[in-house]
């Protein structure tokens, strides 16, 4: 069913200043720009006032369905740039104390389960990672770049095969932009 014209709107928060242009959308806040690519030739993004209007003429199912998309990626955005986002993990070394450290765009893993060579993960762009004791922060306004340097940075520390019942040396993420895991 075609509805004839569907809109949607999101409030830009204070502090925050968000632009498109050319299908690229950006937001500037007080934790740091963040730019994405947003284009559809069937939808349509204005801003105005205090408003990042979205709206579709004659919407399908598809239609609709980028909208709803294009409005949780703005309000990420936004969010992102005015309050940034956090990852944290835990280092858990029961066998073999293990040393992480983070320097020169590099996230480095030795004596991981006792082996020589160190593993090492290079950070993505625009990422800030803090080593506090057996607590790492990852920090960005970018969501996704955030979101995937703590992934990567758990899978660094993956072991197949093993009964993770009683080998249990890792780096786990705890909490994910605010969201306590149990």
């Not at 320097?103 to 950070?123: C, M, Q, S, T, W």
């Not at 072991?159 to 890792?170: A, H, S, W």
């Amino acid at each position: 069913m075609k509805i004839e014209l569907m809109e949607e709107s999101v409030e830009i928060p204070e502090g925050v200043k968000f632009s498109y242009d050319a299908g690229i959308a950006k937001a500037e806040g007080p934790k740091g720009i963040v730019e994405r690519k947003l284009s559809n030739p069937r939808v349509t993004i204005v801003v105005e006032d205090n408003n990042v209007k979205l709206s579709a003429k004659n919407a399908t199912k598809r239609e609709k369905t980028m909208i709803g998309t294009f409005k949780s990626h703005i309000s990420n955005m936004m969010q992102g740039a005015n309050e940034g986002y956090v990852y944290k993990l835990k280092i858990c070394s029961g066998h073999f104390p293990m040393s992480v450290s983070s320097k020169d765009g590099k996230f480095i893993v030795k004596n991981f389960i006792g082996e020589r060579i160190p593993r090492e993960y290079k950070l993505m762009e625009g990422v800030e990672v803090k080593i506090d004791g057996d607590v790492i922060v990852v920090s960005s306004p970018n969501k996704e770049v955030a979101g995937q340097t703590a992934a990567s940075i758990e899978q660094l520390c993956k072991r197949p095969g093993y009964d993770t019942r009683i080998f249990q040396d890792g780096i786990y993420i705890t909490e994910k932009a605010g969201k306590v895991l149990k």
